[in-house]
T-cell receptor, first 110, second 110 residues
Framework: KNEVEQSPQNLTAQEGEFITINCSYS?????LHWLQQHPGGGIVSLFMLSSGKKKHGRLIATINIQEKHSSLHITASHPRDSAVYICAVPKETSGSRLTFGEGTQLTVNP | DAGITQSPRHKVTETGTPVTLRCHQTENHRYMYWYRQDPGHGLRLIHY???????DKGEVSDGYSVSRSKTEDFLLTLESATSSQTSVYFC?????????FGPGTRLTVL
C-alpha cells in the first residue's frame, strides 16, 4: 500500500464545475503539500498546510490530521486548470524528504 | 521561481554509456534533490544533498551517484545507463519546507 493515495487518478470536468481531489496518507506528518504539474512538465508548489484550510484564488486546500486526509478543491474550474495535481507528505518530522502520490490528471473542457 | 536550471533538457543515449545531469540553483538553498518521474509512480527520490559534499540515498538510488562540490550545483551521474533509467528527471531545492522544482530532463536510454 502506498503511503500516499490520491483519488481519483483521472478527472474530466466541464468548465465552471466544482472540482475535488482527495489525498489520504498513512504516515504521521507535520504538513502536507499540494503541487501542480503543468502539461509542459513544470511542477509548482500550490499549498503547504498542517491544519485547517488554505485558500489561494479559486483553489482551496483542507486537511484533517486525525483522519489523515486532505482535499484540494477548485471552484469555477477553467480549462487552464487542466494539469496533474500531486499530494506529498514528509517522510519524517524534519520534512527534508517527501513521499509523493501518483497524481490526479485533471482535464477541464470548455 | 527559485532559479533552478537543468541541463541538458533532453538526452538520448545508448545502454552502457555514462550520463551526467546537472542541476544549478541561484537561491543558495541548502537542500537539493534528484527525483525521477515514471508513469504509474509518483515522483521518487534518487539522492539528496543537505550541504556541500553532504549527500544521502533516496528510495531508488541503485545505479546512480551524485556530487555536490558547490552550493549551487548538484550533479546526477548514471555510471552505465540502462533502459530502465529512461525517465524524466527533476531536480528540486528546499527552503522553509517548500520545494522548488527545475524544468526536468527527459532521458531516453536505447
Amino acid at each position: 500500500k502506498n503511503e500516499v493515495e490520491q483519488s481519483p487518478q483521472n478527472l474530466t470536468a466541464q468548465e465552471g464545475e466544482f472540482i475535488t481531489i482527495n489525498c489520504s496518507y498513512s504516515v504521521g506528518i507535520s504538513a502536507l503539500h499540494w503541487l501542480q504539474q503543468h502539461p509542459g512538465g513544470g511542477i509548482v508548489s500550490l499549498f503547504m498546510l498542517s491544519s485547517g484550510k488554505k485558500k489561494h484564488g479559486r483553489l482551496i486546500a483542507t486537511i484533517n490530521i486525525q483522519e489523515k486526509h486532505s482535499s484540494l478543491h477548485i471552484t469555477a474550474s477553467h480549462p487552464r486548470d487542466s494539469a496533474v495535481y500531486i499530494c506529498a507528505v514528509p517522510k519524517e518530522t524534519s520534512g527534508s524528504r517527501l513521499t509523493f502520490g501518483e497524481g490526479t490528471q485533471l482535464t477541464v473542457n470548455p | 521561481d527559485a532559479g533552478i536550471t537543468q541541463s541538458p533538457r533532453h538526452k538520448v543515449t545508448e545502454t552502457g554509456t555514462p550520463v551526467t545531469l546537472r542541476c544549478h540553483q541561484t537561491e543558495n538553498h541548502r537542500y537539493m534533490y534528484w527525483y525521477r518521474q515514471d508513469p504509474g509512480h509518483g515522483l521518487r527520490l534518487i539522492h539528496y544533498s543537505y550541504g556541500v559534499k553532504d549527500t544521502d540515498k533516496g528510495e531508488v538510488s541503485d545505479g546512480y551517484s551524485v556530487s555536490r562540490s558547490k552550493t549551487e550545483d548538484f550533479l546526477l551521474t548514471l555510471e552505465s545507463a540502462t533502459s530502465s533509467q529512461t525517465s524524466v528527471y527533476f531536480c528540486a531545492t528546499r527552503s522553509y519546507n517548500e520545494q522548488f522544482f527545475g524544468p526536468g530532463t527527459r532521458l531516453t536510454v536505447l
